[in-house]
């Protein structure tokens, strides 16, 4: 197995970095990217040494500071300053593995020849993704607009010797860490700190994360809601192809399929059955889950344009003899992707509860709350308040960000994103949605054992197995939390073939 990637103009998309972070590959540059970085520094220090005029984040302060022109001999200082004015995150760390996509993205970016930093920056941030050291990042503080820059000044600091790392398990100072490796700090150029700072790596990283784990719980979603559907002794037909031929919305063709081939030769729900109908949070999988689909579609082909850009400011084009001072670093787009999947995830949330709400009222020959002995044993009639509870949660944190923007700057950036809150509060959705459809899964296998389970397809039955083994029959009343949990992490490290997740 190839343990390499190489950073070139190679298109970066969701299976090939899901492929670089499962297997561990190093990052390196490749040949062509190495000349656009060298190439573009080149170019720049040209500027400066023919050029007096002032060029915006170049030999100028930032943001309403661009009109104050700094001379030469500070430009170094400027940069470092820029790096440690900015380092003002607060709130929560930002977990590690999406520390590690930031550097990955950075590099991505700073790769094309479009930002004039030094060719020893970008392998030094290579240097920190290949030996897991990854800076002590906050989640608080970014607009989503002139980039992500607190953020991105904390990703930064490690390379001036400032901030701090996790290196080893440990919190360190970055300090320590270059010592150990015998590293000495960047000596930062012109335009360098701003090269770093600007850019929308921080909500795409998050967006990136996000996606690839709201794939999977989509694809859980379908099979958890299938093992309900069967559990309830629902009805295959409104899962006919012929039914969305004729309303032919990618995502719900696609959920109907799935869910048919889950339930594939299924002898329960073959047999006939005494209703009609069944409610629409059975009977309307295809079309609810289908819409979240084809929302992931829409964000994914969002943060694969944005993956694949130059996000930082002032750019620099060699050919064209330019330098221009624009406005890449705004993440609208990235703001309004993300708000969209939140959405769209809550809603996965919301009608797997309306599953687990009917599972456990008693109905089609199911005991109420799913135990024998109901009134003696409370059964699982709490871990729907608690999937009551969570649904509500995520219906206040799918408010969308990017309806707000606050003037910052003196009025110099009078328009941002908040991307980055976008950002953070869509992950905690995804990670609510996870507790829902754990607690689905608790309560679709408890409804089960009910039934005729032997009767089940061939897949539903070998996935019921590998549940068996974390999750037993519960009897009578006992502490669920712990249940609940294990149902949960189940869903977390249940592997799923990567093919199936993107088609």
Not at 199 to 223: E, N, P, R
Not at 419 to 438: E, M
Request: proline residues 4%; glycine residues 6%.
């Amino acid at each position: 197995m190839d343990r390499h990637h190489y950073i070139s103009s190679e298109v970066l998309n969701l299976q090939l970095i899901y492929d670089i972070l499962g297997t561990q590959k190093k990052l390196y540059l490749s040949e062509e990217a190495t000349s656009n970085i060298e190439k573009c520094r080149k170019f720049l220090d040209q500027k400066l040494e023919e050029q007096q005029a002032p060029i915006y984040g170049i030999n100028t302060g930032f943001g309403s500071l661009c009109n104050v022109k700094i001379s030469k001999e500070n430009l170094t200082k400027l940069q470092e300053n820029l790096m440690m004015s900015h380092a003002c995150g607060t709130g929560e760390m930002v977990p590690n593995e999406i520390v590690k996509l930031m550097l990955l993205l950075k590099v991505q970016s700073l790769s094309y020849g479009h930002s004039g930093v030094q060719l020893c920056t970008v392998e030094r941030l290579i240097d920190f993704y290949n030996n897991d050291i990854l800076p002590v990042v906050y989640q608080q503080g970014s607009l989503g607009a002139s980039g992500d820059l607190a953020p991105l000044a904390h990703l930064s600091l490690p390379l001036i010797g400032k901030g701090e790392v996790h290196y080893k398990g440990k919190i360190v100072p970055s300090e320590e860490v270059l010592k150990e490796f015998n590293w000495k700090p960047i000596s930062l150029q012109s335009k360098e700190g701003l090269a770093l700072l600007n850019g929308t790596q921080f909500m795409s990283a998050y967006g990136v994360h996000i996606l690839l784990k709201s794939y999977k719980l989509s694809y859980f979603a379908d099979l958890i809601g299938s093992l309900s559907l069967e559990a309830f002794d629902g009805r295959l037909d409104p899962f006919n192809a012929l039914v969305h031929l004729v309303r032919p919305h990618k995502g719900q063709v696609n959920t109907a399929k799935r869910v048919s081939e889950f339930l594939d030769d299924s002898e329960l729900m073959a047999q006939p059955k005494k209703h009609v109908q069944d409610p629409y949070s059975f009977r309307c999988i295809p079309q609810v889950h289908g819409a979240t689909k084809d929302t992931l579609d829409f964000a994914r082909k969002t943060f694969k344009t944005e993956i694949n850009s130059v996000t930082d400011n002032p750019n620099i084009f060699i050919a064209e003899d330019a330098i221009i001072s624009g406005g890449n670093f705004h993440g609208q787009p990235l703001a309004l992707a993300l708000d969209y999947m939140s959405i769209a995830m809550a809603e996965l949330g919301n009608i797997s509860e309306r599953r687990t709400f009917q599972l456990v009222s008693g109905l089609r020959g199911l005991p109420a709350f799913l135990v024998h002995d109901p009134g003696l044993n409370s059964g699982l009639m709490i871990p729907q308040y608690t999937a009551a509870s969570i649904v509500s949660q995520n219906k206040q944190l799918a408010t969308p960000a990017s309806i707000d923007s606050i003037v910052s700057s003196n009025g110099q950036e009078d328009h941002v994103s908040m991307g980055a809150n976008s950002a953070t509060k869509a992950l905690r959705v995804i990670d609510n949605l996870t507790t829902i459809l754990g607690i689905e899964l608790l309560n679709a296998a408890q409804a089960m054992h009910f039934r005729e389970r032997e009767k089940t397809s061939t897949f539903m039955r070998s996935f019921l197995d590998a549940y068996d083994q974390v999750v037993g029959f519960i009897k009578s009343d006992e502490v669920l939390r712990d249940d609940i949990m294990a149902a949960t992490d189940f869903i977390q490290s249940f592997e799923v073939d990567s093919a199936l997740l993107f088609e």
